[in-house]
């Protein structure tokens, strides 16, 4: 035996359309406001004179080829945390100065994880800025 299938049709009230539209137009505002940092370049400070810390224990370099330097030795962010630890330990706080060296071309990704780097290790940053030219 065949049975008859009923048609059913659905129909979305036009209410319930308003507020799709509503909602997807706010969607879409708040995507075009958004911003990407990581594409982002970091432009240091900038200041007449810059004194440098007695007790500087570590030079931590980002060359303009984004090259990570510690101490004159390339070296992978990977190893920067454990290589520090080591340059570090056994000096208390405020001799566990670490200077930091980053080239104005080099993008936010790049030394987030060198300033986390130092952190964790415990130590105490000291960025070098570019003198004025004036």
Known sequence: MKLKRRSISAEVPSMAMGDIAFNLLIFFFILAR????SHHQWKPATTNKADTASHV????LVDVENKLY????????????DKLERLLEGYPTGQ??????????APASRFEPI???????GGELLH???KKDH
């Open 57 to 60: 224990r570590a030079v931590v």
């Open 70 to 81: 510690l101490d004159n030795q390339e070296i992978s962010i990977s190893q920067l945390g």
């Open 96 to 105: 566990r100065t670490v200077l930091l060296k980053i080239s104005r071309e």
């Open 34 to 37: 958004a911003q990407d940092d």
């Open 115 to 121: 300033l986390a780097a130092v952190s964790e290790v």
């Open 128 to 130: 070098v800025l570019e």
